[in-house]
């Protein structure tokens, strides 16, 4: 059984998470999307509706499940017996962060490994937080999120 994790923010999950997450379970057993709970990040969803939401628009992938942590990710894929991270690259600019924390990781629990999925060139524009702003500006974003994402926005927003 191959199972890895797919951790985030996911304030809120967009359509290029989803990409993600979609490949990721077809290539492995069980995915594990982790939501961060507590993070440097000052969110607009707080970790139940970022967990509700992700649970929401991954229904239909069976092997997907979504659980919250805390803490260091790689005590949370040691406790889930997850073999890999699974992170999702847009540009050159994700580089250098996203290289910087496979190498501490490796260094933290040296049996864990970085898979890095390229994103979908129409999704490689895409952030949650380009999403938030321009739907707090009433801009149209149905072609980027889920449609519950979508709905959760503009409430947030009225
Ligand atoms: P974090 O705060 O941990 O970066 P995010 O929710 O912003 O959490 O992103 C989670 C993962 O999803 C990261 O690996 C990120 O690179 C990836 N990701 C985010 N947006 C996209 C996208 N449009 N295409 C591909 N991967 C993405």
């Known amino acids: 059984m191959r199972i890895v994790v797919c951790p985030g923010t996911f304030d809120p999950i967009t359509n290029g998470h989803l990409d993600i997450i979609r490949r990721a ?6 995915v594990i999307i982790g939501v961060a709970r507590d993070n ?3 969110t607009l969803f707080s970790i139940d509706e970022r967990v509700a939401l992700v649970k929401e628009v991954t229904q239909d992938l069976p092997n997907a499940i979504v659980k919250p942590f805390s ?3 790689v ?12 992170r999702g690259l847009r540009a050159v600019s994700d580089f250098e962060y996203e290289f910087q924390m ?5 260094k933290l629990a040296e049996e ?3 898979i890095f999925l ?9 952030s ?9 500006m009433g801009g149209c974003i149905s072609d980027l999120v889920p449609p519950a994402v979508e709905k959760a926005l503009y409430a947030k927003y009225k």
Do not use: H, P, W
């Open 25 to 30: 379970c077809n290539l492995f057993d069980r």
């Open 40 to 42: 440097y990040k000052q």
């Open 128 to 136: 949650s937080s380009i999403i938030r702003q321009v739907a707090s």
């Open 75 to 86: 005590d949370f894929v040691r406790r889930e017996k997850a073999c890999a991270v699974v």
């Open 102 to 106: 496979s190498v501490m990781n490796k």
């Open 112 to 114: 864990v490994e970085t």
């Open 71 to 73: 803490g260091l990710l």
């Open 118 to 126: 390229m994103t979908a060139t129409e999704y490689s524009f895409l």
